[in-house]
């Protein structure tokens, strides 16, 4: 079976990662922190089954935690 090289997905393959094989859907497995700025994917293909690893882009700006520093949640009095 061939290697394949990390990928390193766009912001739009991010919204929907695809399988390199088959094309169809590929479901995040595990995310793990690489280097500043960037998360290793895990993805298994909903399809083949085939398992790729893909590097993602982060902002850590603008993640879902920015919005608990802005948000309305406040520790109790």
Do not use: K
Not at 36 to 53: A, M, N
Request: proline letters at 10%; hydrophobic letters at 30%; a positive charge.
């Amino acid at each position: 079976m061939p290697e394949y090289p990390p990928l390193t997905l766009t912001p739009r393959a991010i919204a929907l990662p695809r399988c390199p094989q088959r094309q169809a859907t590929a479901l995040v497995q595990r995310s793990t922190a690489g280097r500043s700025g960037f998360e290793h994917w895990t993805l298994r293909c909903t399809r083949c089954g085939h398992i790729h690893e893909a590097q993602v882009h982060v902002d850590p700006m603008t993640s879902e935690a920015n919005g608990w520093i802005s948000g309305d949640l406040h520790a109790p009095t």
